[in-house]
């Protein structure tokens, strides 16, 4: 039995009639298997190396359309979706209320209140310090900043100009995929939460209400 990934190369001559079927076969089975959402070169690269022949990006595109055209039918619960400069399938709005309420009880069990609330006043005030993050909460952030570093959720964005230089963290490429984000833009804003001046929130309800925006567009 032939791996997904390593086809014998007479079943894919992309010179041929009929081989683009065979073409976004091989990126569908690339992308459902893939444990993040699959850039463009990427695919190109991984292609050009198992068949050992060069792929016109525009027949990629063709093919990865074609992909989202199938799974724009109602006979199925996802879609696949360009996030974050990436492909992945992801389940469509119809469904976010049952999404919604697993990735609520999955993201509690996996995050702290405290953590989530961090995460928040990051991914809002990025770049920030962790004095500015403990400004807000009021509380040592030390140990939680440190959970989110080894979850990769937060990175570390460089040192500030400020006096000692203290780091700057912002959110990680792993926070969009986590949450569904194609950008940061996809957060709602903060003017659409009725907050007192100066707070940024119960930081589990902004969390979770990106998730729901997102799912719903």
Do not use: W
């Not at 996802?78 to 992945?88: E, V």
């Amino acid at each position: 039995m032939h791996s997904p990934l390593h086809i014998p190369l007479y079943s894919c001559s992309f010179a041929k009639k009929g081989t683009v079927e065979q073409l976004h076969l091989h990126i569908e089975s690339l992308i459902f298997a893939a444990e993040q959402p699959v850039k463009l070169s990427e695919i190109i690269e991984c292609l050009e190396t198992t068949f050992e022949t060069t792929i016109n990006e525009e027949e990629i595109l063709e093919a990865i359309e074609r992909i989202q055209q199938r799974y724009e039918s109602d006979e199925f619960s996802f879609g696949l979706n360009k996030i974050n400069g990436g492909y992945c399938f992801l389940t469509k709005g119809a469904y976010h209320n049952v999404i919604g309420q697993y990735l609520k009880q999955h993201t509690r069990k996996m995050l702290s209140k405290s953590a989530l609330e961090t995460l928040a006043i990051i991914a809002y005030k990025q770049p920030v310090t962790k004095a500015e993050v403990e400004s807000i909460r009021g509380v040592n952030c030390d140990y939680t900043i440190q959970k989110l570093l080894d979850k990769e959720l937060v990175s570390i964005h460089g040192r500030s100009d400020g006096p000692g230089r203290p780091l700057l963290y912002e959110t990680s490429e792993r926070f969009m995929d986590y949450f569904g984000l194609k950008d940061m833009s996809d957060l709602p804003k903060l003017k659409d939460f009725q907050q007192p001046d100066n707070e940024i929130g119960d930081a589990t309800t902004i969390v979770e209400e990106a998730i729901r925006s997102n799912s719903q567009n």
